[in-house]
């Protein structure tokens, strides 16, 4: 029967103990009288015990590779597309009704996207660091996530249309031409 007493943590087994028990109702242990109270419930959401410094280091990590890769494309735009000319022939441009001034300007593009991605990792890592501007970082680090899924995702699917268009032989003959 439940007289009001708070309820325990039997310090054995971790059970949630009546206020009024002398012994847990789990395990049988006697109850510790002077052991806190359990902390309320959250809705059952426990709260997270990663650390900020953990995600600083996480945040940091990303930025530095985002702003890495990112600027060596921008830089290197024009010698990855002359790579690209160089390996795969003007063929490769004309069948995906591209410009090699396009594809330079569109390595440059991703870069740039990926070297924002990083500044906004680092902006979130200083945060974090800092242990200030809560918002600051949540905005800054959803908005470089995002950039860089655009950047991977996209490298990707340049990736997989490379490799359609080298299967090219393996479709159906009798599907309709594009």
Known sequence: MDDGTPPHI???CGAL??????????????VDRNAPPPAPKTFGVEKNNIGLPVIGVLSAIWALGALGLGLMLVINAEAIADLALESYGQEFFDE??????????????????????????????VTAFMKKFY?????????????????????????????????????????IKM
Do not use: W
Not at 17 to 30: K, W
Not at 96 to 120: D, N, R, W
Not at 155 to 161: K, N, S, T
């Open 96 to 125: 995906y009704g591209i410009t090699y001034e396009f594809f330079m300007q569109f390595v440059a593009l991703l870069g740039a996207v990926l070297t924002a991605s990083g500044a906004l990792a680092a902006v979130t890592a």
């Open 10 to 12: 039997c310090s054995e």
């Open 17 to 30: 103990v009546g206020g009024s028990d002398s012994f847990c109702t789990s395990c049988g242990a006697m």
């Open 135 to 175: 918002t600051v970082a949540l905005v800054t680090c959803i908005i470089s996530s995002i950039l860089g899924m655009v950047i991977l995702l996209g490298i990707i699917g340049l990736f997989v249309a490379n490799l359609i268009r080298h299967a090219k032989d393996e479709f159906d003959p009798s599907g």
